[in-house]
């Protein structure tokens, strides 16, 4: 490369592990050094005497303004470095290693408390309003319980009570067996006292139920009166009677939405005994009045064979709901029916539901014997 006024040299390429390893730091760092102390003439060194021992060698340096050249028998001594000058050298630098540690470690203490801010940031955007939170702890550098801070020793004195409750036991068993004792006022104090009917009430409250909120009254003197405790009582065990009622309900007597009830089970249980189904996938659509199910038939039952030379691999299990709360007039299809005369009956919603089951059996025996394709039924259950 040239230009109209000089010659410019081209640029030496550098490698970046040269640049980064440690001896070309060093080579540079003895270049430029070099570079800033002043020239000086090189000694030139005399040739080996070996049979005559030199003399102690005095190093002189020329003067400035003397133009008196050095003796070429004559070497410059070098500087010898005294030993406390070596050891403050050295534990200088030991004291740099520690800083640089001490420095390395803050550093990455705050690398981790910069990450582990960002998980609990993602997280938090994660969860949002979800009723299902998702926990990034294990994501954590530092795990949160070692962020606080250790807790001082505190005394326990071992006589102290755990919590007022314990205190009220104590109170309690207190009364002798006649049932009253006299205090220091001189008054006498029976168990239908109201401060101590109180304090009983409020520890019979911590054994109702789980499911029934009472709170934590360990921290203060909660007194209950035996008018508010029987209100609570009731409301307790009509809350756990209704609560155990429904579910007994949902699970025995009503076909949830995406689920079977027991029953239903129990007729599917029994056709793939039977080898009438080899499996049930899983549901396929659903509906205000039955669940598709998707099924298989099992190749090796020999019923299936004689009814239809080619049986079906695949099939579809129609699951009518056993409940009414979706479609509540099916009745209308049902009772004006010649089929179905005298066997109507509006109360029974399961019997309804059965009905409904072979009604739609017989219509699609009906629209099959006209020649109208539809699917062939291969088996009615009650309501499946």
Request: overall charge negative; some cysteine; proline content about 7%.
């Amino acid at each position: 490369m040239s230009s109209p006024w000089a010659v410019v040299q081209a640029v030496e390429t550098v490698d970046l592990q040269e640049i980064m390893s440690e001896e070309y730091a060093r080579e540079l760092q003895t270049k430029e050094n070099s570079s800033r102390t002043p020239n000086k003439p090189e000694p030139t060194k005399p040739p080996p005497v070996p049979a005559v021992v030199p003399k102690a060698i005095v190093n002189e340096e020329p003067v400035a303004g003397c133009s008196r050249a050095l003796d070429p028998g004559k070497v410059p001594a070098e500087p010898v470095i005294p030993d406390e000058l070596l050891r403050a050298l050295q534990e200088a630098d030991e004291k740099d290693m520690e800083s640089d540690a001490l420095v390395a470690r803050l550093l990455q203490a705050q690398f981790d408390a910069e990450y582990d801010e960002q998980i609990k940031r993602e997280e938090n955007h994660r969860n949002k309003d979800s009723k299902v939170k998702v926990s990034y702890r294990n994501y954590r550098t530092v795990p949160e319980e070692l962020l606080y801070e250790e807790r001082e020793d505190v005394p326990i004195d071992p006589k102290a009570d755990w919590d007022r409750f314990e205190t009220n036991e104590k109170e309690q068993k207190l009364l002798p067996r006649t049932g009253y004792r006299v205090n220091s006022e001189g008054e006498m104090v029976t168990k239908h006292n109201l401060d101590i009917s109180g304090r009983s009430n409020a520890c019979k409250v911590m054994s109702f139920p789980p499911e029934f909120s009472t709170g934590d009254a360990a921290g203060f003197d909660m007194k209950l009166s035996n008018k508010v405790f029987n209100q609570l009582k009731t409301h307790s065990k009509k809350t756990t009677r209704k609560l155990h009622k429904a579910q007994d309900r949902k699970e025995n007597l009503a076909t949830a939405e995406m689920g079977l009830d027991e029953p239903t089970r129990l007729i599917l249980y029994k056709w793939i005994n039977n080898q009438l189904l080899e499996s049930v996938d899983g549901v396929i659509s659903t509906g205000k009045e039955a669940v598709i199910l998707h099924g298989e038939t099992d190749p090796e039952n020999p019923n299936l064979k004689e009814d239809d030379p080619l049986p079906p691999k695949e099939v579809a299990i129609k699951v009518f709901s056993t409940t009414l709360n979706e479609f509540k007039q099916r009745d209308r299809y049902i009772k004006d029916d010649y089929r179905f005369a005298g066997r109507f009956s509006k109360q029974n919603a399961r019997t309804v539901i059965n009905m409904w089951a072979e009604k739609e059996l017989r219509n699609l025996h009906r629209i099959r014997a006209a020649g109208i394709l539809c699917p062939r039924v291969v088996a009615l259950k009650k309501n499946v």
